[in-house]
DNA sequence: GAAATAGTGTCTTTAAGACAGTATGTG
DNA sequence: CACATACTGTCTTAAAGACACTATTTC
């Protein structure tokens, strides 16, 4: 009988289960790394904390920690945003994982990065959450989708050393971020609720590194439906006040 | 001096790890998952291996392994395909890594998928490599980038159980697959040395599930520059024979 | 009213879809 | 010569860039 087969192969594979020893092999640690993503001011800013343990003491880290085993990767994340930059509720998304053997000096680490996009006043929060936490400057070498590492520089303008292979996170993460606006107008999860379109078009022009067109970045966004007008305006900005728009839930 | 404040600190770094105990948490266990895909005959494929093994003994499994501590994740991925499938140089990507706590009935395991494209003789050579491993074909339940699980048929066209979560995995890699042809013309990549255009495009159709219009997609592919003619053509075809074009490399 | 940016209307350019019509093999 | 598919040329449509022009606020 087809159904006490099933059953018997699943007794079967209980008692395998039971006598399972999975300490058999050695194992690498797996952490995850957060990337957390803002632009204002014409440049690109990311979230680092200065490590004061070994190793790569003194060195600025993305947010992480080591997962837990009874806990997903994305829980992972969340938490390490959590402990490290007091933000929840930010929509994480998985951003590649990097496993050179020789990335961490210890021990074999391999770093689910992750990546998130905040608008800017969550990340001055998140930026004044610890001392040892800061908001940095990205200094981004190449131009389009070219990819490479990604430095950082400090409130001075001076560049931070970074440590472990972060400057290659930060570069996929630049790229990607890159790379997503090309087909969704996603610069409206960098501005808080309320925005002009040319607001849009400076964070669209900042993440891209170049000009874009006024007349058909209107027309494309408006066109999409992701946004739509309050009917508010600007106040107070020394030339005709261009009108609010809201991200458009569906 | 700075120098000598640089050297210490290094010092003090070697002593660290020195006497750095890796064993103090405990670990998941990492495995990378190679969705090996083809496309022919109006469908898309992939390998699945049959487990002889528990958990999951006698379901169908993407090929895979553990990633053993001095190798990297793209190595480990390239061994597991040709452990496997007996197949080597075949271009890797890293498409996600799936960690849910409980995927895996022993202990915890995180796994790093990867995906290629291979032409339909390499396929079938890879399929027949050993008794335990099949072409298997898949069935994308959803269109254009919806996304969602994927299952795969046997040869007669009966569904086959899949272990884990790899219908999550493979379900990934189509979307993966159609979402990177909308701005890539990749389909040669599962097709021999020499094609016509319409090769091409019945592959891109395939991908994509869905019809192409014939005189855009000609016109795009030629403009791309990725492929060039040959100047030889198509024989014995029953109609005006086309032209075979080769992937141009830059 | 000057300055500055918001917003509108229209022309041009470019790429995609539609479709008619010609070309060239096999049987 | 019939048939099937390859290939070419042209018309239409839609989106993007360019640009002229009007609108509305602060100073």
Redesign the interface.
């Known amino acids: 009988m087809v159904r006490s087969g099933k059953r018997e ?1 699943d007794d ?2 209980a008692r ?2 039971e006598s ?1 020893d ?1 300490s058999t ?6 952490a995850v790394d957060v990337v957390l993503l803002s632009a204002f001011e014409g440049a690109l800013y990311t979230l680092l904390v200065q490590r004061h343990e ?5 060195r600025w880290a993305l947010p992480g920690t ?2 837990r ?5 994305d829980d992972a994340a969340a938490r390490a945003l959590r402990d490290k930059a007091g933000l929840s509720g930010v929509f994480l998304e ?1 951003l ?2 990097f ?3 020789r990335r961490d ?4 680490v ?1 770093a ?1 990065a992750y990546y998130a996009r905040v608008d800017r006043r969550r990340f001055a929060a998140a930026a004044e959450h610890k001392p040892d936490v800061a908001a940095c400057r990205l200094e981004v070498p190449w131009p389009d989708e070219e990819g490479g590492p990604v430095g950082a520089r400090d409130a001075a303008g001076a560049p931070l050393a970074l440590a472990f292979d972060h400057a290659d996170i930060l570069g996929l993460a630049v790229k990607r971020l890159r790379g997503k606006l ?2 969704a107008p996603i610069g409206f999860q960098l501005l808080g609720e309320l925005f002009t379109l040319y607001d849009l078009q400076r964070v669209h022009e900042t993440i891209l590194d170049r000009k874009l067109n006024k007349d058909s970045f209107r027309r494309r966004i408006v066109d999409s439906g992701l946004v739509k007008p309050t009917g508010r305006s600007q106040r107070g900005v020394g030339h005709r006040p261009a009108e609010l728009y809201r991200f458009a839930k569906k």
């Open positions: 192969a079967d594979e395998f289960l399972y999975p092999f050695d194992r690498p640690s797996v070994h190793p790569h003491k003194g080591f997962v085993l009874p806990e997903s990767l998985q590649f994982t496993g050179a053997p000096p210890r021990m074999r391999i689910v090309d087909y």
